[in-house]
């Protein structure tokens, strides 16, 4: 087994609590980018908001957003790959949520938009350093024809646990439903999902399956951990993921993405 490429999820991950890459964690993918590796980002994150990192890195290879609803040539921003959730569904998802109370986000190409600012936009500004507007979510679903990328439910974790099984029940066969954080659950089109967008990139390079390796620490990497020849959970990870990855490393505070790399691209350790 030689590892030609690996998918690194973005937050809680290859970024630290501080939303910053570590130096170390750079050096480690600069170098086995070097040695000929394919290093891209495996996120839940928009493009515009995942772009910055992909040039700090140096990534020009397709990234995976919107947990793989959209590829994107890192630099560039060619579209490679777009599956979006219908607007007549979305329409309905987003009028469940809002009249149960929770916040919603919907996510159309590099835009956010909610019904209402409140505290949950203002703390998703500050971690995704994006800008979110303020509209009718119905009258722009409805002059939508194609449909969004994202549903973004905002919530305390207890309030989003009681409400995931009846979104599932009702719309499961019609959205992907996961976790990225305690506080996020997060809606794509049902055929979506970072294992499958990965899967996709390694058939696009010709890299067999046990030749990748995925890092990521939350139920939204769960497929693409699983898909990998070698999976890593991150020390901070979900216990759950950690039970079914092949491999758990340090934190995303004690650079596990470098160690990784360092051990399993680099062979140092």
């Known amino acids: 087994m030689a590892i030609r490429l690996v998918a690194m999820d973005l937050d809680d991950t290859l970024l630290r609590d501080d939303w910053t890459i570590s130096p170390r964690v750079v ?3 600069q170098k086995a980018q070097a040695q000929g590796v ?3 980002i495996a996120t839940g994150r928009m493009p515009i908001s995942t772009r910055p990192y992909a040039e ?5 290879v397709p990234v995976i957003t919107y947990h793989g609803a959209m590829i994107q040539q890192a630099l560039s921003g060619d579209i490679l790959y777009r599956r979006v959730i219908p607007s007549a569904v979305a329409a309905e998802i987003v ?3 809002l009249s149960l109370g929770a916040h919603a986000q919907v996510y159309l190409r590099n835009r956010v938009i909610v019904q209402e600012l409140n505290k949950w936009s203002q703390k998703y500004e500050q971690i995704a350093s994006v800008h979110i507007e303020e509209a009718d979510l119905f009258s722009l679903l409805s ?5 969004i990328e994202k549903i973004l439910l905002m ?5 989003l646990d009681q409400l995931a099984p009846s979104l599932r029940q009702r719309y499961g066969d019609k959205v992907h439903i996961t976790k990225s954080k305690p506080t996020f659950l997060e809606m794509t089109d049902c055929s979506v999902n970072k294992g499958v967008a990965l899967a996709a990139l390694a058939q696009l390079f010709g890299i067999h399956q046990e030749d990748v390796m995925a890092i990521g620490d939350s139920f939204n990497d769960l497929e693409m951990i699983k898909y990998a020849g ?8 979900r216990t759950e993921i950690k039970d079914l990855a092949n491999i758990v490393t340090s934190t995303n505070e004690e ?3 470098a160690e990784a790399i360092e051990r399993f691209v680099l062979n140092k350790i």
């Open 255 to 257: 650079d596990g993405v």
């Open 27 to 29: 050096n480690a993918i």
């Open 230 to 237: 070698i999976g890593v959970a991150m020390g901070n990870a």
């Open 38 to 40: 394919k290093m891209t």
């Open 56 to 60: 700090q890195l140096g990534l020009d």
């Open 95 to 97: 009028q469940d949520v």
């Open 143 to 147: 002059q939508e024809p194609e449909g």
């Open 155 to 159: 919530a305390e974790e207890s309030e």
